[in-house]
């Protein structure tokens, strides 16, 4: 928040109170300082510039995924839980890649699914991360839990291929193969791969073929790892860009088309995005030094003060917030405040305030020269000038410094991490443009001012000889002087009288009174009407492939199989049938919310596992140790038998599920997450998406003192941040004008 209104400037001696009496001596004193030291605060100016501007230059650009969620929300607690559970040695691998085919309707076109196929291989072996001994691992080799994510697209693609050539060989299909959407069972295995096929239309439940799905309109693969010992963050950034990279501008495919999604892309996009803001400093610096240039010199025409000088003291205007950002940006970098892409914008900021100051100084500097033409004052000096420009400046100068400054305190305190780092990056802008504005520009205008004063008093000896030293200026001034004087001057006060003619008068006051009312009104039905949307494309540039990502997610992936992950972080003792089937009556309720897929689209192990002890006591009925009957008798489960069912093939996918450790020649379950799917059209819809992650964040308090229970949505710290937007901007503006009032 930017507030840019200023004090109008005081004229005459302050005679009010103390602390102005204060302000003004202080602007006094230093403008005399200024002027005689005007090169060394010049020269001292420039080198902090170039000092912060190259600390800014080489400092990294880093974003925070959750930076605009605000403060306390609960989705920043559950992000926490999500991260602690996949990374609690820092963040791991975690990608997200989509597969289009480009020359077919459907990606289960043999092609495109060979082509599929052998894009999975490459993910999996292509690519290496070193290790602390040095070695470069591939994904198959250093994944430990995640192996197995993309296996029931695998398993259905080359079973696909083999009943399709079956087919057309004419031999019968397989009857223990069925390739059926959203459950595949292959020899007896389930799988589902509803993570994998989306945009599908379903066959007629009456015909006959190799699976129920008609067309599906594309593929969706990840990469998930946990991180390992030996490796950073940057290695693991480096590792998922050099994938995205390869797909981007290697990859060559006649069938497919291959999009990326990353935490170190979307990273790198927003700060590709961000840096694509200076461009726009230049563009934007050159138009306000034309503007400054062209207006600084017609206000210099009409006061009679043409010169030079005037276009350097219409550069430097623009020159010193730019001077004031690289330093005060340069020097937070220094302390070690993150350099976040939403930085860029305060310049534009910073020039628009300094500017405005700087005009201030310009046009009180050319009323004291005038005032001293008419009004020759003895020891008349660049530092006299400057000390009555400060003093009736500066206390505005000031004022609409710290108005600023005391506005984005507000900002630094409440919202989100990324407003706050905004806030702290224009306090520190704005006061350090402030202290630029009375010494880098007082400097550059005491040095303009001596070089005026020079050319005033050449002309003025001009004017002695060719007119005699008996003779005022006024009796030797040109007739082309005059006719300015008296044509256009006359003219601007005419146009003047008229307008303030027309402020006064009282039908008119009504009128824009009555405008005002119908304004207000409107503005106050379009806020209560407003529907608050966001969309994460709007951060990435026009060209960026996030942007078709995005679009073919909220398309084709978020109405048909939008995700909660539910974390329980306090198990306890499920040997306890009465504590099992708790969780049961948890896991029962999320799957009959609204739009639920029920069972189908629910990953809970519990089930498997109790199918798997099952067997193992039909198996080893005669084998099996008391307790372990006695655990079953219960209505519980034997934790002792977990390890063993982690192992086996078809439930190797499980492994990524579930955390637990040996206590005691026993197993301990420490905890563990459940995936639970709904799906929709109203889903594509911001609201709908919120309205389901307070439905699951209500089922979820229910049972949550028991089993510590946490539910983490992709899109939850968005849906807070829409939620506390209105609460945000009233209090934004409450603080702004509480601040205005304050100074």
Not at 492 to 514: D, G, H, K, M, P
Request: aromatic fraction near 12%; charged fraction near 20%.
């Amino acid at each position: 928040m930017t507030v840019d209104e200023k004090t109008p400037a005081t004229k005459g001696p302050v005679k009010t109170t103390r602390l102005v009496r204060g302000i003004a001596w202080f602007f006094e004193k230093w403008s005399h300082f200024v002027a005689n030291n005007a090169i060394a605060l010049i020269v001292i100016c420039v080198v902090l510039t170039l000092i912060g501007t190259f600390k800014v230059a080489t400092t990294p650009n880093e974003n925070d995924i959750t930076g605009y969620t605000p403060y306390g929300a609960r989705a920043r607690d559950e992000f926490d839980v999500m991260t602690d559970f996949f990374a609690h040695n820092g963040n791991g691998i975690a990608m997200f890649v989509l597969i289009l085919p480009t020359r077919h309707e459907s990606v289960l076109h043999p092609d495109v699914l060979r082509e599929a196929l052998r894009l999975e291989g490459i993910l999996s072996s292509n690519f290496t991360m070193p290790t602390a001994e040095g070695k470069h691992e591939n994904y198959q080799e250093f994944c430990t839990n995640f192996c197995q994510i993309n296996e029931p697209f695998v398993q259905f693609a080359r079973s696909y291929l083999t009943e399709l050539d079956n087919s057309k060989n004419g031999t019968d299909l397989s009857e223990r193969i069925s390739l059926n959407y959203p459950i595949t069972s292959i020899y007896s295995r389930k799988m589902s791969i509803q993570p994998n096929f989306f945009g599908i239309e379903m066959m007629n439940e009456t015909a006959k073929a190799i699976t129920n799905i008609r067309s599906s309109k594309l593929i969706a693969l990840q990469l998930r790892s946990e991180r390992k010992e030996g490796w950073n963050s940057q290695g693991i950034k480096d590792f998922e860009m050099s994938i995205t990279n390869y797909l981007e501008k290697e990859f060559q495919s006649p069938e497919i088309r291959v999009l990326t999604l990353s935490t170190s892309y979307v990273e790198a996009e927003v700060v590709r995005a961000g840096m694509s803001l200076l461009p726009f400093l230049v563009v934007g610096f050159v138009i306000m030094a034309i503007v400054s240039s062209v207006t600084t010199f017609f206000s210099a025409l009409y006061m009679n003060q043409v010169s030079i000088h005037k276009f350097s003291l219409a550069i430097a205007a623009c020159i010193c917030p730019f001077m004031a950002c690289g330093t005060a940006l340069g020097a937070l970098f220094f302390c070690g405040v993150r350099f976040g892409s939403i930085l860029c914008v305060t310049p534009f900021l910073v020039l628009a305030i300094g500017v405005d100051d700087a005009y201030l100084m310009i046009h009180s500097w050319q009323r004291v020269t005038a005032e001293r033409r008419k009004h020759p004052v003895e020891g008349d000096s660049p530092g006299s000038r400057l000390s009555e420009v400060l003093v009736d400046t500066g206390p505005a100068i000031l004022i609409s410094a710290l108005t600023n400054i005391f506005a984005d305190v507000a900002g630094c305190f409440t919202s989100s991490p990324e407003i706050s780092l905004l806030g702290y990056g224009n306090m520190a802008c704005i006061f350090c443009d402030f202290l630029y504005q009375i010494t880098f520009y007082s400097a550059i205008m005491t040095i303009t001012g001596y070089f005026e004063m020079k050319d005033e008093a050449q002309k003025r000896h001009i004017k002695t000889i060719a007119c005699g030293a008996e003779n005022d200026d006024s009796s030797c001034t040109s007739s082309s002087v005059e006719s300015f004087d008296v044509v256009v001057k006359r003219r601007v006060a005419t146009f003047l009288e008229t307008y303030i003619s027309l402020l006064t008068n009282a039908f008119f006051q009504l009128l824009v009174i009555l405008t005002w009312i119908i304004f207000l009104v409107i503005s106050i039905y379009g806020i209560t009407i407003m529907n608050i949307n966001l969309s994460p494309r709007k951060l990435f540039m026009e060209d960026s492939s996030l942007r078709e990502m995005d679009d073919l997610r909220v398309k084709y992936v978020v109405p048909n199989y939008y995700l909660a992950n539910v974390f329980v972080r306090n198990p306890g003792d499920l040997t306890d049938g009465k504590r099992l089937e708790r969780l049961n009556n948890f896991v029962d309720e999320m799957e009959h919310l609204n739009g639920s897929w029920g069972a189908l689209g629910t990953n809970y192990f519990v089930r498997d596992f109790i199918d798997f002890q099952a067997a193992m006591n039909e198996e080893e009925e005669s084998e099996g140790g008391e307790e372990e009957k006695s655990i079953v008798k219960r209505g519980g489960i034997d934790m002792n038998n977990l390890p063993m069912f982690l192992e086996w093939p078809e439930y190797l996918f499980w492994k990524g599920f579930v955390q637990y450790h040996s206590e005691s020649n026993h197993t301990v379950l420490d905890r563990f997450f459940i995936t639970f799917a709904i799906h929709g059209k109203n889903l594509q819809e911001w609201p709908a998406r919120g309205d389901a992650l307070r439905e699951w964040r209500k089922v979820v308090d229910k049972y949550s003192t028991e089993f510590g229970l946490s539910v983490f949505s992709d899109d939850g710290i968005y849906v807070d941040l829409i939620e506390n937007m209105p609460t945000d901007a009233w209090q934004s503006a409450v603080a702004t004008l509480a601040c205005m009032a304050f100074i």
